[in-house]
Protein backbone atom coordinates (compact mmCIF):
# COMPACT_ATOMS: atom_id res chain seq x y z
CA UNK A 1 0.00 0.00 0.00
CA UNK A 2 1.40 3.29 -0.86
CA UNK A 3 2.36 5.50 2.08
CA UNK A 4 1.82 8.62 0.42
CA UNK A 5 -0.78 9.81 2.52
CA UNK A 6 1.35 10.34 5.45
CA UNK A 7 3.19 12.91 3.18
CA UNK A 8 0.42 15.47 3.32
CA UNK A 9 0.84 18.77 5.60
CA UNK A 10 -0.90 18.68 8.75
CA UNK A 11 -1.66 22.54 8.80
CA UNK A 12 -5.91 22.26 9.71
CA UNK A 13 -6.39 22.87 13.18
CA UNK A 14 -10.15 23.93 15.06
CA UNK A 15 -11.47 26.46 13.62
CA UNK A 16 -10.14 25.31 9.82
CA UNK A 17 -11.83 21.86 10.35
CA UNK A 18 -15.44 23.87 11.14
CA UNK A 19 -15.02 26.49 8.55
CA UNK A 20 -14.36 23.64 6.17
CA UNK A 21 -17.55 21.58 7.02
CA UNK A 22 -19.59 24.30 7.90
CA UNK A 23 -18.74 26.45 4.60
CA UNK A 24 -19.39 23.00 2.73
CA UNK A 25 -22.73 22.78 3.70
CA UNK A 26 -23.60 26.69 3.34
CA UNK A 27 -24.29 27.21 -0.64
CA UNK A 28 -26.48 29.54 -2.48
CA UNK A 29 -29.96 27.44 -1.88
CA UNK A 30 -30.61 29.43 0.91
CA UNK A 31 -30.61 32.50 -0.85
CA UNK A 32 -33.05 30.90 -3.72
CA UNK A 33 -34.91 28.38 -2.53
CA UNK A 34 -36.75 30.12 0.35
CA UNK A 35 -39.90 31.02 -0.99
CA UNK A 36 -40.15 27.02 -2.24
CA UNK A 37 -40.08 26.16 1.25
CA UNK A 38 -41.67 28.39 3.05
CA UNK A 39 -44.26 28.28 0.57
CA UNK A 40 -44.88 24.60 0.80
CA UNK A 41 -44.24 23.84 4.26
CA UNK A 42 -44.95 27.50 6.22
CA UNK A 43 -42.37 29.76 8.17
CA UNK A 44 -42.53 27.10 10.92
CA UNK A 45 -42.91 23.95 9.15
CA UNK A 46 -39.82 25.04 6.67
CA UNK A 47 -37.97 25.58 9.83
CA UNK A 48 -39.14 22.08 11.19
CA UNK A 49 -38.42 20.27 8.39
CA UNK A 50 -34.80 21.41 8.61
CA UNK A 51 -35.16 20.38 12.33
CA UNK A 52 -35.32 17.02 11.05
CA UNK A 53 -33.55 17.49 7.76
CA UNK A 54 -30.42 18.18 10.38
CA UNK A 55 -31.45 15.22 13.16
CA UNK A 56 -31.02 12.60 9.75
CA UNK A 57 -27.75 14.61 9.05
CA UNK A 58 -26.57 14.25 12.42
CA UNK A 59 -27.07 10.38 12.96
CA UNK A 60 -25.32 9.95 9.58
CA UNK A 61 -22.62 12.10 11.21
CA UNK A 62 -22.15 10.20 13.75
CA UNK A 63 -21.09 7.22 12.30
CA UNK A 64 -18.44 9.32 10.19
CA UNK A 65 -17.32 11.28 13.70
CA UNK A 66 -16.37 7.44 15.05
CA UNK A 67 -14.93 6.22 11.75
CA UNK A 68 -12.32 9.16 11.48
CA UNK A 69 -11.66 9.26 14.83
CA UNK A 70 -10.62 5.62 14.20
CA UNK A 71 -9.02 5.74 10.60
CA UNK A 72 -8.02 9.27 9.83
CA UNK A 73 -6.77 8.90 6.71
CA UNK A 74 -7.23 10.80 3.29
CA UNK A 75 -9.91 9.59 1.34
CA UNK A 76 -12.49 8.90 4.50
CA UNK A 77 -15.13 6.79 2.73
CA UNK A 78 -12.60 4.94 0.99
CA UNK A 79 -10.89 3.26 3.89
CA UNK A 80 -14.03 2.75 6.06
CA UNK A 81 -15.54 0.80 3.38
CA UNK A 82 -12.15 -1.34 2.56
CA UNK A 83 -11.86 -2.36 6.12
CA UNK A 84 -15.42 -3.04 6.61
CA UNK A 85 -16.74 -4.63 3.33
CA UNK A 86 -13.75 -4.84 1.06
CA UNK A 87 -12.62 -2.98 -2.17
CA UNK A 88 -15.89 -3.28 -4.32
CA UNK A 89 -17.86 -2.10 -1.11
CA UNK A 90 -14.58 0.81 -0.83
CA UNK A 91 -15.33 1.19 -4.89
CA UNK A 92 -19.42 2.15 -4.25
CA UNK A 93 -18.86 4.24 -1.88
CA UNK A 94 -15.88 6.43 -3.50
CA UNK A 95 -17.37 6.57 -7.21
CA UNK A 96 -20.63 7.95 -5.85
CA UNK A 97 -19.15 10.50 -3.27
CA UNK A 98 -16.91 11.76 -6.10
CA UNK A 99 -19.72 12.08 -8.21
CA UNK A 100 -21.72 13.87 -5.72
CA UNK A 101 -18.44 15.86 -5.00
CA UNK A 102 -18.15 16.60 -8.49
CA UNK A 103 -21.56 18.22 -9.00
CA UNK A 104 -21.43 20.49 -6.47
CA UNK A 105 -18.05 21.33 -7.97
CA UNK A 106 -19.59 21.94 -11.18
CA UNK A 107 -22.97 22.98 -9.88
CA UNK A 108 -20.96 26.11 -8.39
CA UNK A 109 -19.39 27.15 -11.81
CA UNK A 110 -22.59 27.63 -13.35
CA UNK A 111 -24.12 29.30 -9.92
CA UNK A 112 -21.52 32.10 -9.49
CA UNK A 113 -21.64 34.02 -12.69
CA UNK A 114 -25.78 33.50 -13.03
CA UNK A 115 -25.61 34.60 -8.94
CA UNK A 116 -23.45 37.95 -10.14
CA UNK A 117 -26.25 38.91 -12.79
CA UNK A 118 -28.58 40.34 -10.05
CA UNK A 119 -25.62 42.86 -9.56
CA UNK A 120 -24.40 43.17 -12.51
CA UNK A 121 -27.28 42.91 -15.49
CA UNK A 122 -25.10 43.86 -18.29
CA UNK A 123 -22.90 40.22 -17.65
CA UNK A 124 -25.45 38.53 -19.60
CA UNK A 125 -24.12 39.36 -22.86
CA UNK A 126 -22.64 37.29 -26.24
CA UNK A 127 -25.68 34.51 -26.62
CA UNK A 128 -24.19 31.28 -27.79
CA UNK A 129 -26.78 28.89 -27.89
CA UNK A 130 -29.57 27.25 -25.80
CA UNK A 131 -29.49 24.38 -24.20
CA UNK A 132 -33.35 23.13 -22.82
CA UNK A 133 -34.76 26.23 -23.69
CA UNK A 134 -32.56 28.38 -21.72
CA UNK A 135 -29.99 30.71 -23.25
CA UNK A 136 -26.07 30.10 -22.48
CA UNK A 137 -24.59 33.83 -22.66
CA UNK A 138 -20.44 34.05 -23.34
CA UNK A 139 -20.36 36.65 -20.52
CA UNK A 140 -21.63 34.13 -18.11
CA UNK A 141 -19.15 31.12 -19.25
CA UNK A 142 -16.35 33.34 -19.14
CA UNK A 143 -17.23 34.25 -15.51
CA UNK A 144 -17.20 30.38 -14.59
CA UNK A 145 -14.73 29.50 -16.17
CA UNK A 146 -12.46 31.94 -15.31
CA UNK A 147 -13.52 31.20 -11.69
CA UNK A 148 -13.01 27.14 -12.06
CA UNK A 149 -9.69 28.14 -13.16
CA UNK A 150 -8.99 30.18 -9.91
CA UNK A 151 -10.78 28.18 -7.79
CA UNK A 152 -8.66 25.04 -9.14
CA UNK A 153 -5.40 27.38 -8.58
CA UNK A 154 -5.68 27.77 -5.20
CA UNK A 155 -6.17 24.30 -4.07
CA UNK A 156 -3.06 23.36 -6.56
CA UNK A 157 -0.59 25.41 -4.76
CA UNK A 158 -1.75 24.19 -1.44
CA UNK A 159 -4.11 23.15 1.97
CA UNK A 160 -3.10 26.36 4.06
CA UNK A 161 -4.37 29.13 1.22
CA UNK A 162 -7.50 27.09 0.24
CA UNK A 163 -7.80 27.29 4.39
CA UNK A 164 -7.34 30.75 4.82
CA UNK A 165 -9.45 31.34 2.07
CA UNK A 166 -12.59 28.85 3.25
CA UNK A 167 -12.27 30.74 6.67
CA UNK A 168 -12.63 34.32 5.43
CA UNK A 169 -15.78 33.52 2.82
CA UNK A 170 -17.12 31.58 6.17
CA UNK A 171 -16.97 34.64 8.11
CA UNK A 172 -18.19 36.95 5.59
CA UNK A 173 -21.04 34.35 5.42
CA UNK A 174 -21.77 35.06 8.69
CA UNK A 175 -21.70 38.67 8.35
CA UNK A 176 -24.89 38.28 5.85
CA UNK A 177 -26.06 35.68 8.66
CA UNK A 178 -26.14 38.45 11.53
CA UNK A 179 -27.37 41.21 9.13
CA UNK A 180 -30.62 38.92 8.40
CA UNK A 181 -31.28 38.18 12.70
CA UNK A 182 -30.57 41.92 13.47
CA UNK A 183 -33.11 42.73 10.43
CA UNK A 184 -35.94 40.85 11.58
CA UNK A 185 -35.68 42.32 15.14
CA UNK A 186 -35.38 45.76 13.14
CA UNK A 187 -37.98 45.68 10.68
CA UNK A 188 -39.36 42.10 10.96
CA UNK A 189 -43.12 41.45 11.45
CA UNK A 190 -44.80 37.99 12.84
CA UNK A 191 -47.70 38.58 10.49
CA UNK A 192 -45.48 37.96 7.54
CA UNK A 193 -45.08 34.77 9.20
CA UNK A 194 -48.71 33.22 9.59
CA UNK A 195 -49.65 30.73 8.49
CA UNK A 196 -46.88 29.15 10.39
CA UNK A 197 -48.12 25.90 8.46
CA UNK A 198 -49.06 24.79 5.52
CA UNK A 199 -49.11 22.00 3.05
CA UNK A 200 -48.89 19.12 6.35
CA UNK A 201 -46.54 16.46 5.85
CA UNK A 202 -46.33 16.78 1.79
CA UNK A 203 -45.20 20.28 2.23
CA UNK A 204 -42.34 18.93 4.77
CA UNK A 205 -41.28 16.63 2.43
CA UNK A 206 -40.73 19.88 -0.23
CA UNK A 207 -38.04 20.85 2.06
CA UNK A 208 -36.72 17.44 2.94
CA UNK A 209 -35.55 16.13 -0.78
CA UNK A 210 -33.10 19.02 -0.76
CA UNK A 211 -31.56 17.82 2.71
CA UNK A 212 -28.84 15.53 1.02
CA UNK A 213 -27.95 18.57 -1.31
CA UNK A 214 -28.09 21.45 1.35
CA UNK A 215 -26.41 19.34 3.99
CA UNK A 216 -23.82 17.58 2.14
CA UNK A 217 -20.27 18.90 3.03
CA UNK A 218 -19.71 17.25 6.65
CA UNK A 219 -18.34 14.14 5.32
CA UNK A 220 -15.37 16.55 3.73
CA UNK A 221 -14.19 16.70 6.92
CA UNK A 222 -12.66 12.95 7.03
CA UNK A 223 -11.85 13.38 3.13
CA UNK A 224 -8.72 16.12 4.62
CA UNK A 225 -7.98 13.85 7.61
CA UNK A 226 -4.56 13.48 6.71
CA UNK A 227 -4.27 17.27 6.67
CA UNK A 228 -5.42 17.97 10.30
CA UNK A 229 -3.41 18.51 13.49
CA UNK A 230 -5.66 17.76 16.09
CA UNK A 231 -6.32 15.38 18.06
CA UNK A 232 -8.64 11.99 16.51
CA UNK A 233 -11.37 12.38 19.34
CA UNK A 234 -11.67 16.47 18.51
CA UNK A 235 -11.84 15.32 14.47
CA UNK A 236 -15.56 13.62 15.32
CA UNK A 237 -16.48 16.21 17.89
CA UNK A 238 -16.36 18.89 15.04
CA UNK A 239 -17.33 17.22 12.16
CA UNK A 240 -20.93 16.50 14.48
CA UNK A 241 -20.63 20.54 15.62
CA UNK A 242 -20.56 21.82 12.04
CA UNK A 243 -24.02 19.64 11.36
CA UNK A 244 -25.38 21.35 13.91
CA UNK A 245 -23.93 25.17 13.06
CA UNK A 246 -25.93 24.22 9.57
CA UNK A 247 -28.74 23.24 11.00
CA UNK A 248 -29.45 25.99 13.16
CA UNK A 249 -28.10 28.21 9.67
CA UNK A 250 -31.34 26.83 7.70
CA UNK A 251 -33.79 26.82 10.78
CA UNK A 252 -32.31 30.97 11.30
CA UNK A 253 -32.73 31.90 7.25
CA UNK A 254 -36.57 30.05 7.42
CA UNK A 255 -37.46 32.02 10.06
CA UNK A 256 -35.78 35.59 9.36
CA UNK A 257 -36.93 35.47 5.63
CA UNK A 258 -40.31 34.85 6.60
CA UNK A 259 -40.61 37.78 9.16
CA UNK A 260 -39.25 39.84 6.75
CA UNK A 261 -42.10 38.97 3.90
CA UNK A 262 -45.41 37.10 3.48
CA UNK A 263 -45.02 33.53 2.16
CA UNK A 264 -46.69 34.42 -1.23
CA UNK A 265 -44.09 37.44 -1.64
CA UNK A 266 -40.86 35.37 -0.76
CA UNK A 267 -42.35 32.80 -3.21
CA UNK A 268 -43.16 35.30 -6.23
CA UNK A 269 -38.69 36.34 -5.06
CA UNK A 270 -36.34 34.96 -7.58
CA UNK A 271 -33.78 35.74 -4.23
CA UNK A 272 -35.82 35.09 -1.85
CA UNK A 273 -33.64 35.89 1.33
CA UNK A 274 -32.06 39.04 -0.60
CA UNK A 275 -35.11 40.72 -0.98
CA UNK A 276 -36.18 39.72 2.89
CA UNK A 277 -33.24 41.46 4.32
CA UNK A 278 -34.45 44.29 1.83
CA UNK A 279 -37.32 44.58 3.34
CA UNK A 280 -36.86 45.00 6.78
CA UNK A 281 -33.72 47.07 6.86
CA UNK A 282 -35.83 49.36 3.96
CA UNK A 283 -32.50 49.26 2.10
CA UNK A 284 -31.47 47.47 -1.33
CA UNK A 285 -27.57 47.52 0.01
CA UNK A 286 -28.19 45.21 2.31
CA UNK A 287 -29.98 42.99 -0.65
CA UNK A 288 -26.80 43.09 -2.01
CA UNK A 289 -25.11 42.07 1.11
CA UNK A 290 -27.08 38.99 1.03
CA UNK A 291 -26.53 38.09 -1.99
CA UNK A 292 -22.64 38.84 -2.32
CA UNK A 293 -22.94 36.86 0.95
CA UNK A 294 -24.50 34.01 -1.36
CA UNK A 295 -21.41 34.51 -3.21
CA UNK A 296 -19.80 33.78 -0.20
CA UNK A 297 -21.34 30.85 0.33
CA UNK A 298 -20.93 29.09 -3.52
CA UNK A 299 -17.37 29.68 -3.16
CA UNK A 300 -16.65 27.94 0.43
CA UNK A 301 -18.83 24.71 -1.24
CA UNK A 302 -16.45 24.83 -4.22
CA UNK A 303 -13.90 25.13 -1.67
CA UNK A 304 -14.66 22.29 -0.05
CA UNK A 305 -15.94 19.65 -2.58
CA UNK A 306 -12.82 20.77 -4.46
CA UNK A 307 -10.71 19.77 -1.25
CA UNK A 308 -12.85 16.40 -0.72
CA UNK A 309 -13.03 15.08 -4.26
CA UNK A 310 -9.65 15.76 -4.93
CA UNK A 311 -8.61 13.71 -1.65
CA UNK A 312 -11.29 11.20 -2.36
CA UNK A 313 -9.74 10.04 -5.98
CA UNK A 314 -6.33 10.21 -4.19
CA UNK A 315 -7.40 7.52 -2.05
CA UNK A 316 -8.78 5.39 -5.34
CA UNK A 317 -5.58 5.96 -6.89
CA UNK A 318 -3.33 5.07 -3.81
CA UNK A 319 -5.48 1.71 -3.44
CA UNK A 320 -5.06 1.15 -7.32
CA UNK A 321 -8.67 1.12 -8.39
CA UNK A 322 -7.88 4.28 -10.70
CA UNK A 323 -4.35 4.98 -12.54
CA UNK A 324 -1.46 6.03 -10.60
CA UNK A 325 -1.49 9.39 -12.11
CA UNK A 326 -4.05 10.26 -10.07
CA UNK A 327 -2.14 9.82 -7.08
CA UNK A 328 0.60 11.92 -7.43
CA UNK A 329 1.22 13.89 -4.61
CA UNK A 330 2.91 17.35 -6.07
CA UNK A 331 6.87 17.94 -4.43
CA UNK A 332 6.27 21.08 -3.56
CA UNK A 333 2.89 21.85 -2.77
CA UNK A 334 1.92 18.58 -0.88
CA UNK A 335 -1.48 18.65 -2.66
CA UNK A 336 -3.02 15.74 -5.24
CA UNK A 337 -2.11 17.80 -7.86
CA UNK A 338 -3.30 15.91 -10.50
CA UNK A 339 -6.74 14.98 -9.22
CA UNK A 340 -7.35 18.25 -8.29
CA UNK A 341 -6.72 19.53 -11.71
CA UNK A 342 -9.23 16.41 -13.21
CA UNK A 343 -12.02 17.84 -10.70
CA UNK A 344 -11.27 21.59 -11.84
CA UNK A 345 -11.42 20.54 -15.25
CA UNK A 346 -14.89 18.81 -15.30
CA UNK A 347 -15.88 22.38 -13.38
CA UNK A 348 -14.45 24.14 -16.55
CA UNK A 349 -17.10 22.25 -18.65
CA UNK A 350 -20.56 22.86 -16.92
CA UNK A 351 -21.07 26.62 -17.52
CA UNK A 352 -21.52 26.28 -21.37
CA UNK A 353 -24.73 24.18 -20.29
CA UNK A 354 -26.66 27.19 -18.85
CA UNK A 355 -28.51 27.09 -16.24
CA UNK A 356 -30.64 23.79 -16.67
CA UNK A 357 -27.36 22.31 -16.03
CA UNK A 358 -28.06 23.24 -12.12
CA UNK A 359 -30.96 21.00 -11.77
CA UNK A 360 -29.36 18.14 -13.27
CA UNK A 361 -26.49 18.10 -11.12
CA UNK A 362 -28.36 18.89 -8.00
CA UNK A 363 -30.83 15.46 -8.29
CA UNK A 364 -27.05 13.74 -9.99
CA UNK A 365 -25.47 14.37 -7.96
CA UNK A 366 -27.97 14.05 -4.09
CA UNK A 367 -28.59 10.18 -4.94
CA UNK A 368 -25.00 9.44 -5.07
CA UNK A 369 -24.50 10.86 -2.62
CA UNK A 370 -27.51 9.17 -0.23
CA UNK A 371 -25.89 5.84 -1.60
CA UNK A 372 -22.13 7.08 -0.21
CA UNK A 373 -23.99 7.67 3.29
CA UNK A 374 -25.74 4.41 3.04
CA UNK A 375 -22.35 2.26 2.37
CA UNK A 376 -20.96 4.43 5.26
CA UNK A 377 -22.82 3.65 7.63
CA UNK A 378 -23.36 -0.43 6.70
CA UNK A 379 -19.25 -0.36 7.06
CA UNK A 380 -20.16 1.06 10.79
CA UNK A 381 -22.21 -1.15 11.84
CA UNK A 382 -20.52 -3.88 9.93
CA UNK A 383 -16.94 -3.08 12.50
CA UNK A 384 -19.07 -2.56 15.45
CA UNK A 385 -19.51 -6.28 15.61
CA UNK A 386 -16.65 -7.67 13.36
CA UNK A 387 -13.92 -5.64 15.40
CA UNK A 388 -15.71 -4.37 19.11
CA UNK A 389 -11.92 -3.65 20.24
CA UNK A 390 -10.93 -1.43 17.40
CA UNK A 391 -9.83 1.74 18.79
CA UNK A 392 -12.03 4.64 18.80
CA UNK A 393 -11.06 7.71 19.88
CA UNK A 394 -14.32 9.10 19.41
CA UNK A 395 -17.34 6.37 20.55
CA UNK A 396 -20.85 6.81 19.53
CA UNK A 397 -22.92 5.76 22.63
CA UNK A 398 -25.43 3.39 22.11
CA UNK A 399 -23.50 2.96 18.45
CA UNK A 400 -24.98 0.13 17.00
CA UNK A 401 -28.70 1.51 17.47
CA UNK A 402 -27.61 4.91 16.45
CA UNK A 403 -26.42 3.12 13.29
CA UNK A 404 -29.48 1.58 12.85
CA UNK A 405 -31.47 4.44 12.65
CA UNK A 406 -29.00 6.03 10.52
CA UNK A 407 -28.93 3.38 7.75
CA UNK A 408 -32.91 3.52 8.32
CA UNK A 409 -32.81 7.39 7.32
CA UNK A 410 -30.30 7.00 4.82
CA UNK A 411 -32.37 4.34 2.86
CA UNK A 412 -35.47 6.43 3.21
CA UNK A 413 -33.43 9.15 1.34
CA UNK A 414 -32.49 6.87 -1.28
CA UNK A 415 -36.05 6.22 -1.87
CA UNK A 416 -37.29 9.93 -2.53
CA UNK A 417 -35.13 10.21 -5.59
CA UNK A 418 -36.84 6.67 -6.96
CA UNK A 419 -39.53 7.17 -9.84
CA UNK A 420 -42.77 8.11 -8.55
CA UNK A 421 -41.35 9.78 -5.26
CA UNK A 422 -40.90 13.83 -4.63
CA UNK A 423 -37.08 13.84 -5.89
CA UNK A 424 -37.33 11.28 -8.89
CA UNK A 425 -34.72 12.22 -11.13
CA UNK A 426 -35.89 12.71 -14.63
CA UNK A 427 -35.04 11.40 -17.93
CA UNK A 428 -33.15 11.67 -20.07
CA UNK A 429 -30.43 14.21 -18.60
CA UNK A 430 -30.42 13.05 -14.75
CA UNK A 431 -30.73 8.97 -15.01
CA UNK A 432 -28.61 9.29 -18.06
CA UNK A 433 -25.92 11.22 -16.07
CA UNK A 434 -25.95 8.53 -13.30
CA UNK A 435 -26.09 5.99 -15.75
CA UNK A 436 -23.30 6.26 -17.89
CA UNK A 437 -20.65 7.19 -14.68
CA UNK A 438 -22.03 3.89 -12.85
CA UNK A 439 -21.01 1.96 -15.93
CA UNK A 440 -17.87 3.84 -16.38
CA UNK A 441 -17.64 2.62 -12.71
CA UNK A 442 -18.93 -1.19 -13.43
CA UNK A 443 -15.77 -0.95 -16.19
CA UNK A 444 -13.21 -0.26 -13.25
CA UNK A 445 -14.64 -2.15 -10.78
CA UNK A 446 -14.78 -5.44 -12.69
CA UNK A 447 -11.11 -5.48 -13.16
CA UNK A 448 -10.98 -5.43 -8.77
CA UNK A 449 -9.21 -8.85 -8.03
CA UNK A 450 -11.03 -10.61 -5.07
CA UNK A 451 -9.51 -9.52 -2.00
CA UNK A 452 -11.84 -10.15 1.41
CA UNK A 453 -12.48 -6.80 3.78
CA UNK A 454 -9.79 -6.79 7.02
CA UNK A 455 -7.69 -3.85 8.34
CA UNK A 456 -4.68 -4.42 5.58
CA UNK A 457 -7.59 -5.08 2.68
CA UNK A 458 -5.79 -2.16 0.64
CA UNK A 459 -2.53 -3.55 1.04
CA UNK A 460 -3.38 -6.79 -0.10
CA UNK A 461 -5.51 -5.13 -2.62
CA UNK A 462 -2.43 -3.24 -3.95
CA UNK A 463 0.03 -6.16 -3.87
CA UNK A 464 -2.69 -8.31 -5.88
CA UNK A 465 -3.03 -5.24 -8.61
CA UNK A 466 0.81 -4.87 -8.84
CA UNK A 467 1.27 -8.84 -8.75
CA UNK A 468 -0.89 -8.88 -12.09
CA UNK A 469 1.13 -6.02 -13.72
CA UNK A 470 3.63 -7.62 -13.69
CA UNK A 471 2.07 -11.13 -14.32
CA UNK A 472 0.66 -8.71 -17.55
CA UNK A 473 4.27 -7.59 -18.48
CA UNK A 474 6.14 -10.57 -18.12
CA UNK A 475 8.19 -9.99 -15.25
Not at 211 to 231: K, N, T, Y
Not at 249 to 254: A, I, R
Request: charged residues 10%; glycine residues 12%.
Amino acid sequence: MSDNRQSFVRVLGRGDVLALGFGAMIGFGWVVLVGDFVGAAGTAGAALAFVVGGVIMAFVGLAYAELVSAMPHAGGEHHYAMRAIGPKGAFVASWAMVLGYVSVVAFEAVAVPRTLVYLLPDMAVGHLWTVAGADVHAGLVAVGVAAAVLMTALNYVGIRPASVFQTIAVLFLLVAGAAMVTGAFVGGSVENMRPLFTGGVSGMFVVLVAVPFLFVGFDVIPQSASEIRLPYRMVGTLLILSVSCATAWYVMVMLTAGSGLSAAELLDSELASADAVAAVWGSPAMGNLLVLGGVAGLLTSWNAFLIGGSRLIYAMAASRMLPAWFGRLHPRFRTPSNAVLFVGALSLVSPFFGEPMLGWLVNAGGLNIVVGFVTVVVAFLVLRRREPDMERPFTVPAGVPVGVVALVLSLGLFLLYLPGMPAALSWPNEWLMVLVWWMAGAALMWRLPRVAAGPDAERRLVEAVDARSRRAAGT
